[in-house]
Structure formats: structure tokens, C-alpha cells
């Protein structure tokens, strides 16, 4: 991993393969639902956001999902010596969450709960908040 944005991606990758893995689709409308659930021929499970999952894949689905945070966590930790990447990956997630906008911090410390503490959010949040001029 190169870079913080290149660990994003590399997640964003593994949860795409995972939804295609466990058929995860997609319906708003009843008519796409439905269309959808015949084709599978079996129950579906509701796992919110208008995503729906195969009876049979709730198990795979879930654990998929755990282990790609841990995945990222390990990943995050494994990151958190070097200086730079840590400045970076706080300072994407603070933009991210709008914390410069609302001066809340709440959400990224929950986000990285494990791998860097509140002190390490707060020093970047008062290095870049003056940078945003809203």
C-alpha cells in the first residue's frame, strides 16, 4: 500500500467482489425486486439501503463484511508508525465526514477506534481546520 487513498480502494475492491460473490442486488421499485428474486429462485434477506441478499449467503455476506474491517484495521495498524500516511488517512476522513465543516470528530474517532487515538485526530483536525473556509 502505497498510499491512504490506495487502501480505500483496495477495500472498496474486496467489498465489490464480495457482493458479487454473495449475489447481493439492488431493488427499489417492487417490480425490480421481484424480477430479481425469481431469477434467484430463493428467499431473500432485506440488508437495508434497498440491498438484498440470498437466504443462503446471509452467513458468507456477513463474515465477508468482518473481515475485510479487520482487514483494514490490520492494514491501518500495521500503517500507523509512518507519519505521513497517518496525517493523511485522518485528514481524508475528516474531510470525508465534513468534520471541518461541523466541527464534530466524533464519527472519525469511532471510524479509527483501535488504531489512532483521539489526541492523533484532534492534532491533524487543528493542523487543517483554518484551511477550510466555509
Not at 441478499?53 to 482487514?71: D, L
Request: proline share 1%; with cysteine.
Amino acid at each position: 500500500m502505497q498510499t491512504y487513498l490506495d487502501l480505500k480502494n483496495k477495500k472498496s475492491e474486496k467489498y465489490n467482489k464480495l457482493i458479487d460473490d454473495s449475489k447481493i442486488f439492488f431493488a427499489f421499485s417492487n417490480d425490480r425486486f421481484k424480477e430479481k428474486v425469481d431469477k434467484l429462485g430463493e428467499k431473500v434477506v432485506d440488508i437495508g439501503a434497498g440491498g438484498f441478499c440470498p437466504s443462503s449467503k446471509v452467513k458468507e455476506f456477513s463474515s465477508g463484511i468482518k473481515n475485510i474491517e479487520a482487514w483494514h484495521k490490520e492494514t491501518l495498524k500495521a500503517m500507523k508508525e509512518k507519519e505521513a500516511f497517518k496525517n493523511k488517512a485522518i485528514a481524508y476522513e475528516l474531510n470525508n465526514h465534513e468534520c471541518y465543516y461541523t466541527g464534530e470528530i466524533e464519527d472519525v474517532v469511532e471510524f479509527f477506534k483501535g488504531v489512532y487515538t483521539l489526541e492523533d485526530i484532534k492534532k491533524v483536525y487543528k493542523k487543517n481546520v483554518d484551511k477550510f473556509d466555509y
